[in-house]
């Protein structure tokens, strides 16, 4: 039987998705996208995901608190640990830094979000879960307080890989995987095709970061799990692989890092 592929991380409790969930299963069923692991980005949004997980069993929750996120409820490591005990739940995050939307603040100013990310971090170590791991314009800091607080001990992904091969090799350094999204198939996205290249196929995962980032040719529309074949696809070709090659691995890699019964 030919191997199916995993959506790694999407956001199916956001307005442009909640309301279609019976519409998108039956798209990933055609797609031949068995599983997903639906991504908590607030403590209040958090029993929408995991109820997504209980519901449906090739569904799966993680919990955190998403960096972008602000004048919402702050996550402790008790807090998050708590959440992570549920069944289903397989991950911490999606968590990290982001300093994209920094604004006319400075980098002192962002004190709050390197702290969110260390309550991730410890919280991870403490229930041995892996960690998702967001990161935009901060990379040094991202990798810098990964380091300072032993997360190879947790293990981890870097989600939605927009960086540069430096980091990628950082990320790997730690023992993480890599994520790539939709963006892997947009025109002007050469140099992260050669970060493709570079990361080792064991080591890749496949995401779509839905409803965001709607991989080439559905590029501008709103992104569901059944569109990560697209991924694989770009994956496949700049790795000079089968996408069967791409889907059985990526599908090997998500259970192996989030502890789950091989399928395929
Ligand atoms: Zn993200
Ligand atoms: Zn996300």
Request: aromatic share 6%; charged share 25%; net charge negative.
């Amino acid at each position: 039987m030919a191997p199916m592929f995993v959506d790694s991380h999407c956001h199916l409790t956001l307005p442009e998705l909640r309301g279609r969930i019976d519409a998108i299963r039956a798209d990933m069923a055609a797609a031949r996208v068995d599983r997903a692991l639906v991504i908590c980005t607030t403590l209040e949004e958090f029993a929408d995901v995991h109820a997504l997980a209980l519901r449906y069993d090739n569904f799966w929750a993680s919990a955190g608190v998403h960096p972008d996120n602000e004048g919402i409820e702050e996550p402790t490591v008790e807090r998050l640990a708590t959440l992570a005990a549920l069944p289903k739940v397989v991950g911490i995050g999606e968590t990290g830094l982001d300093y994209y939307r920094i604004g006319t603040r400075t980098h002192a100013d962002m004190h709050w979000q390197r702290e969110r990310f260390r309550v991730h971090i410890r919280t991870a170590r403490q229930v041995r879960k892996p960690l998702i791991v967001h990161t935009r314009s901060a990379s040094d800091d991202t990798l810098a307080i990964l380091r300072e607080e032993g997360a190879e001990r947790a293990g981890g992904v870097f989600h939605c890989f927009t960086e540069t091969m430096d980091v990628a090799r950082g990320a790997l350094d730690l023992g993480f995987m890599v994520s790539f999204s939709g963006i892997v198939t947009f025109r002007n996205a050469a140099d992260l095709r050669e970060v493709v290249r570079f990361v080792p196929l064991d080591r890749c995962l496949i995401e779509t970061d839905s409803p965001y980032l709607a991989p080439v040719p559905h590029r501008g529309k709103v992104n569901n799990p059944s569109l990560v074949p697209h991924v694989a696809a770009l994956v496949a070709q700049v790795k000079e692989l089968s996408i069967e090659q791409v889907a059985h691995a990526t599908s090997a890699n998500f259970e192996r890092l989030f502890g789950l019964p091989p399928t395929n």
